[in-house]
């Protein structure tokens, strides 16, 4: 198969490197070619030692049909959410030319679950999922919100209807700086066209992990869980970023709980999408916190997280395209999947000044002194033969462990070994869980 990903973060670079895993495949005693070419649009230095990369916009989709066409792309695997969101799938599901083009990730309408907060509030009420009470607003009855905010406990969760880089949540700690936060976000527009719409939820008290689930719109396979840092400061301080690090398996999520998981939340999240006439081909991830034992669904994305995917596809040992393949065929029900059980983690290089300004193009040395653990570049680039940074999150340094002290050590050793100018990264990721 050729096959054309599409994305440019430590996600794609994680998936890169799993699918060229699949570049042959053993069936009885003879070897069979799986993956011919991949191509990554637009990709990051790292994705390029796994395949091409593509100078190609995700959201522009006619640029987008064109490659598909001119490489004879046999299946197009969708990294970030907002060409989900923006209709990718549709867009090829309506092309004569494309439509039977396999498309991983699911159509606008099952993108929604992530593209708009409200929607997916409406969608757990609805099935009987469990979640945090909540209303939504606008400008228009700015009024009334502030006097639900007046009847809850603070802290307060302000949500931004629409996509905002994983950043469109904020959690004041008082019910004047919640009415200064909503007026900045209803009225001064601060996440743009997001925050034309506010969710406002109960604060739930738990701690928090992530789960989640490929499915073919008919069945699923449930993958490693995951928990995520998105503080920018140790002790989970400072401001929200798109996430500092990434341990798995969560200790506390055993048996019994993730039992609760599925029965709770996976289960009629996959029968209430069938009910909308909802095919939903790909990854859905789940973001859960446990209160008391129980799991409550905080929000859903429609693809993977960044940087739990740097945590969970390594734990995976099923050949993915395989898997990929099931999604496509609706065949998933037939598909091993197996895990290492071994404990994975990640821990984010980021920018200075990240997640606020930063600059790139700092050059980036010691890669090549790492051992170990994988190097999974997030934001990078390739200029003048030199590899410098291009975002604000840089590198996750990805290590196994028998425990998840062991794999810690792995790759705090090798974030010290990496260096760029404004290097940071938090030193106690997994501190919590210990």
């Given at each position: 198969?050729n ?19 699949s570049?042959?495949q ?10 011919d ?17 593509v100078?190609?916009?995700p ?11 001119e ?21 090829f599901l ?23 907060k409200?929607?997916s509030?409406?969608f ?14 606008t ?42 936060e909503?007026?900045n976000?209803?009225?001064n ?27 073919d719109?008919?069945?699923?396979k449930?993958?490693?869980?995951a ?10 301080t ?5 996430g ?33 006439n ?22 859903y994305?429609?693809?993977m997280?960044?940087?739990?995917t ?9 050949d993915?395209?395989?898997l990929f393949?099931g ?32 600059e ?51 790759s ?8 760029y ?14």
């Open positions: 198969m096959i054309l990903l599409l994305g440019s973060g430590g996600r794609e670079h994680a998936l890169a490197w799993k699918m060229a895993q570049a042959t053993r069936v009885v005693t003879r070897r069979v070619k799986k993956l070419k991949l191509f990554i649009a637009p990709g990051n230095a790292g994705t390029s030692d796994y395949g091409e990369n100078s190609l916009s959201t522009d989709f006619t640029a987008v049909k064109k490659f598909v066409i490489k004879a792309i046999n299946m197009v695997v969708v990294g970030p959410e907002e060409p989900l969101v923006k209709g990718i799938h549709d867009f309506k092309d004569n030319e494309l439509k039977n083009i396999p498309v991983i990730g699911p159509d606008a309408k099952g993108a929604q679950l992530e593209g708009s409200d929607f509030k409406q757990m009420i609805k099935y009987g999922i469990p979640t945090a009470k909540y209303q939504t607003f400008k228009e009855n700015i009024s009334e919100a502030f006097s639900f905010l007046e009847v809850l406990s603070p802290p307060y969760v302000l949500k931004a209807d629409g996509l905002a880089a994983g950043k469109g949540v904020v959690i004041p700690n008082t019910i004047d700086e919640a009415k200064k909503l007026e976000m209803l009225l527009s601060r996440f743009g066209a997001s925050s034309a719409k506010v969710v406002i939820e109960e604060f739930l008290k738990g701690i928090e992990l992530s789960v989640f689930v490929l499915s719109g008919k069945s699923y449930i993958l490693p869980e928990k995520d840092y998105k503080r920018i400061g140790e002790g989970d400072g401001l929200n970023t798109g500092m690090g990434a341990v798995s398996p969560v200790p506390f999520a055993d048996k019994t709980f993730m039992k609760k998981v599925e029965e709770r939340i996976i289960i009629p999240t996959v029968k209430g999408l069938k009910k909308e909802i095919v939903y081909k790909g990854f859905l991830f789940i973001g859960l916190i446990k209160v008391a034992g129980d799991p409550f669904v905080i929000e994305n429609c693809r997280g960044d940087p739990e740097e945590v969970v596809i390594p734990r995976i040992k099923s993915i395209l395989d393949e999604v496509a065929t609706q065949t998933l029900s037939k598909k091993k999947i197996e895990f290492d059980e071994r404990t994975a983690v990640t821990v984010m290089l980021v920018s200075g000044g990240y997640p606020g300004d930063y790139k193009g700092k050059v980036i040395t010691g890669l090549d002194s790492v051992e170990n653990s994988i190097p999974f570049h997030a934001g990078s680039a390739k200029k003048d033969g030199q590899i410098v940074t291009n975002g604000g999150r840089v590198i996750a340094i990805t290590s196994y462990g028998n425990t998840m002290q062991e794999a810690l050590k792995k705090f050793a090798n974030a010290e070994k990496i260096n100018e404004g290097k940071y990264y938090r030193k106690d990721i997994g501190r919590d869980l210990s």
